[in-house]
T-cell receptor
């Protein structure tokens, strides 16, 4: 079974530029998550989708971050304009559902450096 | 709100030593508890979980018991190996409007020397 695919693996941009990350979840997984992991901290949820609807985006800085999940499959996370403090690893995860018996599977992440 | 606190790291051990990584949590209701592991260059992987009080999760020689009275979920292993070197994250999942969301601790870096 293929895992969660993310691209690119690494990205370096200057502040005020824009950047986009792509995630392809495991086939058949209805729930998709984007987490932000700042160096030395645990991952923090940015947004959660159930199929193509947003379940939770309370921690997403909506003035600069946006995300979409067209057709309930792939997802894109965008930052525009980027700030220095956005330097982090962006993790995508997916699960069949949202109960405690459904495991969340994580991709390898995209490491963003804003200079 | 929900929160998870892990012991400060990094932790450095010799091979075959006993490992404990402390984890305590604050949550409403009855959360499920997890330990995730991140090996160098890889993504987060579920190590073990427990979904109700007094449950014990176990995998690959690691164990953790869900203690509601002390709000803890400490990770233990009797004899660590060099291959256990990784970052370990304690996490909880609770109900509510965003069921499925994981709240993570800050992570503990484990290094095991031969």
């Amino acid at each position: 079974e293929a895992g969660v695919a993310q691209s690119p693996r690494y990205k370096i941009i200057e502040k005020r530029q824009s950047v986009a990350f792509w995630c392809n979840p495991i086939s058949g997984h209805a729930t998709l998550y984007w987490y932000q992991q700042i160096l030395g901290q645990g991952p923090k949820l940015l947004i959660q989708f159930q199929n193509n609807g947003v379940v939770d985006d309370s921690q997403l800085p909506k003035d600069r971050f946006s995300a979409e999940r067209l057709k309930g499959v792939d997802s894109t996370l965008k930052i525009q304009p980027a700030k220095l403090e956005d330097s982090a690893v962006y993790l995508c995860a997916s699960s069949l559902g949202v109960t405690s018996n459904t495991e969340a599977f994580f991709g390898q992440g995209t490491r963003l450096t804003v200079v | 709100g929900n929160s998870v606190t892990q012991m400060e790291g990094p932790v450095t051990l010799s091979e075959e030593a006993f490992l404990t990584i402390n984890c305590t949590y604050t949550a409403t209701g009855y959360p499920s508890l997890f330990w995730y592991v991140q090996y160098p260059g890889e993504g987060l992987q579920l190590l073990l979980k427990a979904t109700k009080a007094d449950d014990k999760g176990s995998n690959k020689g690691f164990e953790a018991t869900y203690r509601k009275e002390t709000t803890s979920f400490h990770l233990e292993k009797g004899s660590v190996q060099v291959s256990d070197s990784a970052v370990y994250f304690c996490a909880l999942q609770s109900g509510g409007t965003s069921y499925g969301k994981l709240t993570f601790g800050q992570g503990t870096i484990l290094t095991v020397h031969p």
